[in-house]
């Protein structure tokens, strides 16, 4: 149980994420009279495993989860209320909880998810693992892992930060790293600036993106051993840019991360390479960064640059 | 204080971007490392570097630095100056070593980004 191993480690770094910050707040309820049947097809519907059950004032009286749909269909409940078959012992999250104590109750209990509720027990919102796990992601400038299961998101072209779709064929800027000349990197990153100025974005924030997509390129180039793309998709209140590569894979992060460790070559060293200052910078200059790498399988660095302030 | 100013003071060679001799030099920096200029260099700003490959030049474009002095005397590849010349890109060349040249600009008046 990897993962679970992960959200400790990252439990103590955020201590002070609250439940409130990290709960879906749009949480589908129903009442004790509503019959099986209905909590049932709202799970379909919606697409969720458990339902808080509360009364007219949303004080939380229970829950239904799957298992308590499948004893239902078992016991030909399924068109009585819920009130006769639902778990009336319900452990929930408080709202002022930080993450410490909500990734331990993920930990000790082996529920899929907690219904948040006040002080009055009145239901705030729910909180699932992902839940938990976007939160970090929310909060965090950047996150590593070679997990074996990120292998389907190193391919996807979807967010790693908010989830979006990021089709490559919708980027609206589009670069090949296909050179594994050191004298070559930065040039899709120059480009980039040379579209984004046409595109009339802040200069200070163009100047922001160049820096940070030069580093990320200059990295596919110099350490990757293989070719990579430069994606650029710019949304309403932001610009995403996406630097991949199907390369050797980041070793070891926390090495990488640290200021002066370089594995660059003496050859790139020769070019003002290798001060062990890249992740460093792409830090200081993006809203938000996360770095996705695994070894042998490549590495996705995904940058957001907010242009609403 | 101006372009043509630290031209003189470094007895300079302009190689590229002569249209840019009068214009202000807002405070100066020296480094050797690409990613260190990326992290501190700032638009308007002069950077003194022995590194005279294509990436100073990069660099100094991707950050939009006012321009950029080689120091030492260093040969410039044909490659750096011809995107300098492309880019319309501030190239100075002096013969000073790296102390030289920062003790003559700062004896000068000219100022670092961390006193700007």
Known sequence: MKNKKNLKKYADIFAHIKASDLMTKNVTTLTPENKMSQAKEMMRIKKISGIPIVDKKDKLIGIISLEDIIKALEFNKMDEPIQNTMTTDVITVNIDDNLTDIVEKFDILKLRRFPVVDKNNIIQGIISRVDVLNGILEKFSLIYSHDKKRNSTLSQEISLITGEKLLINEAEFHFAIDNADIIAAGTGAALLQQFLKKKEVDNEIIRRIGIATYEAETNVVIHSKSTGDILCFIKEDRIIIRVTDKGIGIEDLEQAMEEGFTTASDYVKEFGFGAGMGIQNMKRFTDKLVIISEKKKGTQVEMVFYTDK | ?116
Do not use: H
């Open chain 2, 1 to 116: 204080m101006k372009v043509k100013e630290l031209v003189k003071i470094l007895d300079g060679e302009v190689i590229s971007g002569e249209d840019k001799l009068d214009e202000n030099v807002k405070s100066i920096g020296a480094g050797d490392m690409m990613s260190e200029i990326l992290a501190f260099a700032k638009p308007g700003m002069m950077i003194l570097s022995a590194q005279a490959s294509p990436q100073s030049v990069r660099t100094g474009i991707v950050t939009e630095i006012l321009g950029l002095v080689i120091i030492s005397g260093k040969n410039i590849p044909q490659q750096t100056i011809e995107m300098a010349k492309q880019n319309n890109f501030l190239l100075i060349k002096t013969k000073y070593y790296m102390f030289s040249t920062c003790g003559r600009l700062y004896k000068a008046g000219f100022k670092g980004i961390d006193e700007e």
